[in-house]
């Protein structure tokens, strides 16, 4: 079997695991090998038509929320037990820390944020390293193959509406392995959109000057129903929530137009956008990095133009 980790997000299965779910399906008809799931907690929702045979369900109150041993322990039971030919899970921060317990306890290489799977003998994977900057070709090892697939590389879909056979499987964790776990949760956004759904992310960086500053970029945010962002100064400074920022050490986002204001383009904060459809950059500074990597720029003080904007778009609106 081809063994795949459901990662939930809001109730919901993820959009990354949906993307790896199509890699495994394409993996499952190359190899003729069934496709089989893993979920965990009471609240976890099994993956409907997505063309899995079999679900191993971990249902433990102690398992409910997320814990990365405890949950790794589960998922390496299988491999450990069953001996699937590949496991994989989406290359989010949970899927990659997830899978990386998992080599850790089976002993087994991993290799994550993979593009291509080659299930060949020898068993080939081109990945992204350095946040993208480069590309590696690796031969895969290990008696299990486990991996994960990078983020808006595999498009969704679905395949075959039979239900799959659920195995539940009460498994309660060990102490020593809920020393990390997720505990709270705080909401922080308060409209529908947030830096992962909305089709425009306006984000805004150390040219903004202030959290007041960002008053402009959420006004004009506001009338396009965009979500509003953060470079790694803008989060620094405390102007934005840390959940905000955009980039290597932030969020990995993927809007049809992502609309960077006061950012200099620097290589930590790009990894972050280059799945934008669009970028267009604001920027006073003719020079700035990121104008070479946008498809539309503005040079100017964006504390003139987005008002600006903003305004001609209500003036719009209210003129139906
Ligand atoms: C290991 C590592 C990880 C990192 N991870 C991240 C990350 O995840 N995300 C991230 O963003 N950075 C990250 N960084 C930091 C990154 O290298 C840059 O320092 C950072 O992105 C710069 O932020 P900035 O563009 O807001 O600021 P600056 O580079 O200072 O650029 C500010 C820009 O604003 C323009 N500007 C100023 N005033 C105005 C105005 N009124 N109107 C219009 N434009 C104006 C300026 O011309 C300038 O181009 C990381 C760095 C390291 C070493």
């Known amino acids: 079997m ?18 790896m779910l199509a890699c495994a399906r394409l993996l499952s008809a190359e190899t003729g ?12 929702k099994l993956p409907a038509g997505q063309g899995i045979s079999h679900v191993y369900r971990f ?18 039971g299988i491999v450990q037990q069953r001996m699937p030919a590949i496991l994989m899970a989406a290359a989010t921060e949970r899927g990659n ?16 944020n993979c593009l291509r799977v080659s299930p060949g003998q020898p068993f080939q994977v081109l990945r992204q390293r350095y946040g993208g900057s480069l590309l590696e070709e690796a031969n895969l090892s290990g008696a299990t193959k486990l991996l ?14 039979a239900d799959p056979s659920v195995e539940t499987i009460p498994a309660p964790a060990a102490e020593k392995d809920l020393r990390a776990r997720v505990v709270a949760r705080e909401q922080t956004h308060s409209s529908g ?19 007041e500053g960002f008053r402009v970029l959420e006004e004009f945010a506001g009338e396009i129903n965009g979500a509003v962002g953060g470079s790694r100064v803008a989060t620094n400074n405390g102007w934005r929530p840390h959940a905000v920022q955009v980039g290597l050490t ?3 986002i993927a809007p049809d137009l992502y609309i960077a204001c006061g950012i200099s383009g620097a290589i930590q904060h790009q990894v972050g956008c280059k799945g934008a459809k ?9 020079e700035a990095p990121f104008f070479r990597r946008a498809d539309f720029g503005v040079v100017g003080d964006l504390h003139e133009i987005l008002p600006a904007v903003t305004a001609e778009i209500r003036k719009r609106k209210s003129s139906g």
């Open 2 to 19: 081809i063994l795949a980790f459901i990662e939930h997000e809001d109730g919901a299965v993820s959009a990354g695991t949906l993307q």
């Open 33 to 44: 090998v069934p496709l089989h799931a893993a979920v965990i907690g009471a609240h976890a």
């Open 59 to 76: 249902d433990h109150p102690s398992l409910n929320e997320y814990a990365p041993a405890a949950w790794a322990r589960c998922v390496s």
């Open 97 to 112: 820390e997830l899978m990386a317990w998992c080599g850790a306890m089976t002993g087994m290489p991993l290799a994550v």
């Open 148 to 161: 994960t697939t990078a983020l808006h590389v595999f498009e969704a879909g679905e395949a075959g509406a």
């Open 193 to 211: 959109v947030n830096l992962h759904t909305a089709r425009v992310v306006v984000g805004g960086g150390r040219g903004v000057g202030s959290a």
């Open 250 to 252: 932030g969020n990995r």
């Open 278 to 286: 669009r970028i267009l950059v604001i920027n006073k500074d003719r």
